[in-house]
């Protein structure tokens, strides 16, 4: 994660284990692999070694936006979960729903980036964010999230890249 940049620009210290990422196309998420936003655009299976009876948050952000090499929106929300139980995402809290990688034509490589850091108590918040809004998504920083709940580094992490392809149009109608 380091020689890809995530560490400075999103976190300060490498996370301690990798997330296994996989999605329902069949891909599977290496430390850095291109893949496309056809293969990435629907919800995938996150796991990581936890630990029985903690809570998780796990984040999923693009600091690349608009581009990498201007990255002035940085960082876009695509995904956040808190007070999982476990490494059980599904019975955690949606706080963004899923929404995934859709890089504009002609800005090259994205990096999408899976933090997953452990709680040290339960999140209150009624706070969610639609998977058809970029309101909350724009601008938000993982570390921004590390300092608001005292999170220690993360504890899994992992990440691809993605450029454009003919399925991002599909994905930014949905997203007002």
Known sequence: MDTAGIIPDIIDVKPAAKATVSYPSGAQV????ELTPTQV???PTVTWEADAGSLYTLLLVDPDAPSRAD?????????AVINIPGNKVADGQVLAEYVGAAPAD?????RY????????DKITTDKFISKTTREGRVSVKARDYIAKYSFGGPV???FFQAQYDD???TLRAQVQ
Do not use: C, M, S
């Open 30 to 33: 290496e430390l850095g692999k």
């Open 41 to 43: 655009k629907d919800q």
């Open 106 to 110: 002609g800005t090259g490589l994205h």
């Open 156 to 158: 899994a992490g992992n």
């Open 71 to 79: 990255p002035k929106l940085r960082e876009i929300l695509h995904w």
């Open 113 to 120: 980036v899976f933090l997953v850091f452990k709680q040290n």
């Open 167 to 169: 399925y991002v149009p």
